[in-house]
């Protein structure tokens, strides 16, 4: 088990059951991995709840989860020769490092004797699956998803289904014998929150089924997605990052429902289907584009003279930049471990464009402080925001973070949960403090520069200074 945390339309545990008498159930903490800069607290905290819950559900189906702790290769093979295993069967992992490790441990495995089998569980379609019709990984979204729905339209794949064998083939907890307690997160030197999203298989799935019915992809999902002061969303990243949840079951799920639909509801189902498709597509670019996860894209952005602004970083971080929605989803990031993602957009835009900064340093922060963080989405999602990734035609797009605070939240109502000290702001100034009257700022009790910071930079400018910036990309071309 890796990011495949479930019982349930779980490729590689039904191909176990289907071809094994008898199925054990392996985790490997890696130490090395945990207490990397690369993971954070709400991830392993995400992590941890899931484990928790898996071995609840094993122990009660009088299984276990054998929970190991060290080298992958060695510990799997001592644990295969513990219990008598033959055959490992795993879910691929599309990140660079985790290919590197497969590759070692089956090599391991395999000259113990041990048979190797791998599934694709973690995408709806594999990163070879959907190509272009001279065989190449496709580069661009839209007709990536076209093929995509095409392909889904004749061949689609459902959930794997539960079955009493597979219940009945777990090896009793006896058989797999004594095994690590699950640690706290501060173990591996990570505080805990209880801000922080949990994750489980039940909680998961209660999750999509208030989703579905409630009004997540009602007629409002199409706009609601966009407004941070409202559960317009599914809050199931989490839970696809950890694989509470399966692609298959998610996808299913919406088009069941488009069935019988209005034409509103069905739009706004394909909206969140959409979403679903930017996962897979976001995937295959990492497994077809590895140098994406230490480089840009297009190779041409490494001309990009990023400023070198240690201060304005850190007052990016801390919610200290002026401007109130980027400092609301700062502040949202940094207290529960999850940002809505028009909000990511917006801060991502602001770091990338209006600061100017290296769009990487905003990407090893969110993966230090999302429960959700995984490296090919992030990835994809802040080059998109930089322009140097796989949409970098509009290079000159730059969210105003005025114009965005008053479009998706108009009263202001996102801001001052974050903000306190915008609470009391006229709704008028609430998205541009600075721009308060002095007598405004009192009445307030807001005044800029000492209640709550003034703008770290000035916007009129900064465009200038983006155009600049990327006109070497501009004209060296795409030569990635």
């Known amino acids: 088990m890796r990011r495949d945390l479930r019982l349930r339309d779980n490729v590689a545990l039904a191909e176990a059951a289907g071809a094994s008498d008898e199925v054990a159930l392996a985790f490997v903490l890696d130490p090395a991995l945990l207490r990397g800069e690369r993971v954070g607290a709400p991830l392993v905290q995400a992590f941890f709840s899931a484990l928790a819950s898996l071995r609840a559900e094993l122990r009660a189906r009088g299984s276990e989860l054998a929970l190991l702790e060290g080298d992958f290769a060695e510990q799997l093979v001592g644990f295969a020769q513990r219990i008598g295993a033959t055959s490992l069967y795993y879910n691929e992992d599309y990140e660079p490092e985790a290919i590197e490790r497969d590759a070692r441990v089956r090599a391991v495995l395999q000259s113990a004797g041990v048979a190797v089998h791998s599934s694709l569980d973690h995408v709806y379609f594999g990163a070879d699956e959907v190509r272009t019709e001279g065989g190449a990984p496709y580069r661009i979204f839209t007709p990536y998803k076209r093929r995509w729905l095409d392909q889904h339209a004749l061949a689609p794949r459902l959930p794997v289904r539960s079955n009493r064998a597979s219940a ?72 696809l990052r950890a694989g509470t949840i399966g692609i298959r079951t998610c996808v299913e799920r919406a088009r069941a429902a488009m069935e019988g639909a209005s034409a509103q509801r069905r739009a706004s189902l ?56 980027v400092d609301a989803a700062m502040r949202q990031l940094n207290t529960t471990g999850w940002m809505h993602n028009r909000l990511r957009m917006i801060v991502a835009s602001f ?130």
């Open 351 to 480: 770091l990338s464009k209006d600061l100017l900064l290296n769009w990487q340093w905003g990407e090893r922060y969110f993966e230090r402080h999302l429960a959700d963080a995984d490296l090919a989405q992030n990835n994809g999602g802040w080059q998109w925001a930089a322009s140097t990734g796989t949409d970098a035609a509009p290079y000159f797009r730059i969210f105003n973070p005025v114009l965005q605070g008053q479009r998706f939240d108009p009263e202001g109502t996102f801001v001052r949960a974050m903000l306190p000290a915008l609470r009391s702001v006229p709704t008028k100034y609430v998205h541009a403090p600075w721009q308060m009257p002095p007598l405004v700022q009192r009445e307030s009790g807001c005044i800029v520069g000492e209640n709550y910071p003034a703008p770290i930079v000035d916007r009129s400018q900064t465009k200038v200074r983006v155009m600049a910036a990327f006109a070497t990309m501009k004209a060296n071309g795409d030569s990635s």
């Open 168 to 239: 009945e083939r777990l090896l009793a907890r006896a058989e797999i014998g004594a095994t690590l307690a699950l640690p706290e997160p501060e173990a591996y030197g990570h505080h805990s929150s209880a801000a922080y999203p949990s994750c489980s298989e039940a909680a998961a799935r209660a999750r999509l089924d208030r989703f579905l019915a409630e009004g997540g992809a009602s007629d409002g999902y199409a706009v609601g997605r966009d407004l941070p002061a409202i559960e317009g969303t599914s809050r199931l990243s989490p839970d």
């Open 270 to 325: 394909e909206v969140w289907l959409s979403e679903l498709i930017w996962r897979d597509f976001y995937q295959q670019i990492l497994r077809n584009f590895p140098h994406v996860a230490n480089a840009p894209f297009h190779s041409a952005a490494a001309a990009i003279a990023w400023r070198d602004d240690e201060q304005n970083f850190r007052a990016w971080c801390e919610a200290r930049t002026g401007y109130p929605i």
